[in-house]
Nanobody
Framework: QVRLVESGGGLVQAGGSLRLSCAAS????????LGWFRQTPGKAREFLAV????????YYADSVQGRFTISRDNAKNTVYLQMNSLKPEDTAIYYC????????????WGQGTQVTVSS
């Protein structure tokens, strides 16, 4: 199993940018996918983006396509989520998660980082 630690959240004005980091401790195997999700109180957790460790393919939810970019630093075992053109409705707790088998079931989760976008 990997331990995931998110960082980079904070308060930003609408239209601004933030970059979230997800540092993974432990081996990351080629079958892994690392994803970003977010959640607001009273709502279900929302999938945002995923990065396939083998091959580096990415996939985004329609709600963030074109504004958010997921990337990785192999040497640091870290996945990033670059968020641009932020909107107040992007306010949420952001989580990263690891899918060990690449089957869409995420087995490990970080503790989350708060992102607040002011209008």
């Amino acid at each position: 199993q990997v331990r995931l630690v998110e960082s980079g959240g904070g308060l930003v004005q609408a239209g601004g940018s933030l970059r979230l980091s997800c540092a993974a401790s432990g081996p990351i195997f080629s079958s892994y996918k690392l994803g970003w999700f977010r959640q607001t109180p009273g709502k279900a957790r929302e999938f945002l983006a995923v990065f396939s460790w083998s091959g580096g393919s990415t996939y985004y939810a329609d709600s963030v396509q074109g504004r958010f970019t997921i990337s990785r630093d192999n040497a640091k075992n870290t996945v990033y989520l670059q968020m641009n053109s932020l909107k107040p409705e992007d306010t949420a707790i952001y989580y990263c998660a690891a899918d060990y088998d690449g089957n869409g079931s995420y087995e490990s989760w970080g503790q989350g980082t708060q992102v607040t976008v002011s209008s």
